[in-house]
C-alpha cells in the first residue's frame, strides 16, 4: 500500500462564493495534513491530527505555508491543437480553415498523435491540471494515443472522436455510419477503464449533416453514462452559417435540442450569444456552459456574461479550449475571465475564481464525487501553489493581508511558475518532468 502525507495549507470549496466575504463557502487549514493512500485522499484535517494517525513509517511532502488546492480542471481543450496556439486569423471560422483542420490532419498517423499526447499530459502536469475533457481529431487513433498516454499518468480525462462530415476538408471527414460506429467502438473500448470517460463529440453543427445528428442521437441512446461535448454560439458568422444549415429551427441550441443533445452531461463549449429561450432550455435539461474566455478574447468571438448565464440557473464552467485559447493555465484563464466581467459590469471574486477552477467545474462534470475537493475518499488530484513564485510576485504579497487578496494576486501575476507541484491519484508528477 502506498501511502503518503502533504503538509500545507489546505484549502477547498463546499459551494459557489457570494462575495469576498462568503467564508461559509470554503475550508482553510493553515497548517493541514492530507494522508494520500492508493489514489485517494483518505484522512485530512490539522497537520498534528494527521501526523499522528498516519504512524511514523508514511513519508511527508511538506509545503508549510504554501496552499494545497484539489487539481485545477479544464472541461474543454483540443489537445490536437497544442501545435495551432498563437495563429494569426480575423475569425473563428477562418481561424480553422486556414489552420486548425490543416494540423488536425496530421492525427491520421497515430505515431504523432501519441507524441503530441505525451506532451499534451506533460503541458497540463506543469500548469496544476489534473482533469480535462478534451477534443480528439476525427482519427480513432487520436483517441487511442490520447487515453494511451492519460492512463500511464492515472489521469482522470473525458475526451471523444470529433464527428464531422461536412463543411471541412475531405481528409478531415467521417460519415454518419463510421462516426457512429467509431464512437461506439471507442467507448466500449476505454469508457471506465481507469480513470477515462467517453465524450461524444459532434463537433458543431456546422460539421455535422441532419444523417449524422441522427447517429449522435442514436449514440447518446445507446451509451449510457457517456459525455457529449460541441459548440455553441461562439461567433456572429458560425450562427449565421448554422441558421443557413438548419433553417427550420429558430435559434441555434434548437438543433442540439431537437437531435436530443441537451443534458446535464452535456458541454457546450463558449455559448456566448444565445438568447433568453436558449438559457432557459439549457437550464431546464441541466446543461452546461462551458466559458473560454482567452480564446473568445483571441479570436474577437465575444464577451461570455457569467451573471446572465447565472441567473438564468445555467451550471458554468470555465476552460482554456487551447488552440483557440491562448494558455494552459486555468489560472490566466480566470484573469481572462475576470476581465471579461470588467467589460460587461459583472462581479467576479477571487474566491469565486478558485471555487471555479476546482469544485464549479468538478460539479459542471457531474464528478464532484470523485475530484474538486480535499474531502476523505475522493481521489487524490492536488495542486501545490507558490504565492511568490517570481520576485515580482513575492514583492506583491507582502502586502497582502488576507486570503482573497492573496489569491487574487495568484491569479493575476500567477502563471506555470506559481505551481510547485502537482500530484496526480497521489503521485507526485510536476517534479518528475525532464
Ligand atoms: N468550433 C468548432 N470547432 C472549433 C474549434 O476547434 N475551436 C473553437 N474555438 N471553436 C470551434
Ligand atoms: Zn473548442
Redesign the pocket.
Known sequence: MSARLVRGRLLDFLSRPQGPDDTASYRLVEDGGLLLEDGRISARGDWADVRQMAGPDVPTDDYSGHLVLPGFIDPHI?FV?VQVVGSYAAN?LEW?TTY?FVEEQKFADEQHGRRIASRFFDVLVQHGTTTAAA?CSVHPQSVDGFFAEAAQRNMLMIAGKCMMDRECPDALQDTPETGYADSRSLFERWHGKGRAHYAITP??A??STPEQMEMVSALIRDLPGAYVQT?LS?NDG?IARVAELFPRFDDYLAVYEHYGLLGPKSLF??AIHLGDRELAAMAETGSVAVS?PT?NLF?GSGLFDLQRTLQAGVPVALAT?IG?GTSYSMLKTADAFYKVQQLLGNRFDPLGSFYQMTLGNASALSLADRIGTLEPGSDADLVVLDHGATPEMALRQQTVTSLPEQLFVLQTLGDDRSILETYVAGVALKGRLA
Open positions: 483540443h491543437q473563428l480553422l486548425t477534443y463537433r458543431f456546422i460539421t459548440h461562439e458560425e463549449g463558449h473560454c480564446s479570436l479550449d483557440g
